[in-house]
Nanobody
């Protein structure tokens, strides 16, 4: 049974930083493509960042490029999302997702991911 548990969300002022963690069990992240998405009420889930199972390919949404960084610790089986220079428009529930097949634009299509965490709220005040 694969489980993803996000943590690290919270309330931060604009310009601040947060680091989200996604602790994974039941599947080694070294063998799984991993991604981060976010969602605000009334809107579709939005791609944020992704990392291939090799760790060699990393993708970012244009809206977060240069501010967010996805990393992983295979020994801890945990994926991270470092978020710097946060803006009010980054406010959302952030989800970790795993195991899309490596086909097409797998990183940005939420429908291809098999496993999802419960989400963690990030609120950025102006």
């Amino acid at each position: 049974q694969v489980q993803l548990v996000e943590s690290g969300g919270g309330l931060v002022q604009a310009g601040g930083s947060l680091r989200l963690s996604c602790a994974t069990s039941g599947r080694a992240i070294s063998t799984s493509n991993m991604g981060w998405f976010r969602q605000v009420p009334g809107k579709e889930r939005e791609f944020v960042a992704a990392m291939s199972w090799t760790g060699g390919r990393i993708y970012y949404a244009d809206s977060v490029k240069g501010r967010f960084t996805i990393t992983r610790d295979t020994a801890k089986n945990t994926v991270y999302l470092q978020m710097n220079s946060l803006k009010p428009e980054d406010t959302a529930v952030y989800y970790c997702a795993a195991d899309p097949p490596s086909a097409g634009n797998w990183w940005s299509d939420s429908r291809t991911y098999d496993y999802w965490g419960q989400g963690t709220q990030v609120t950025v005040s102006s």
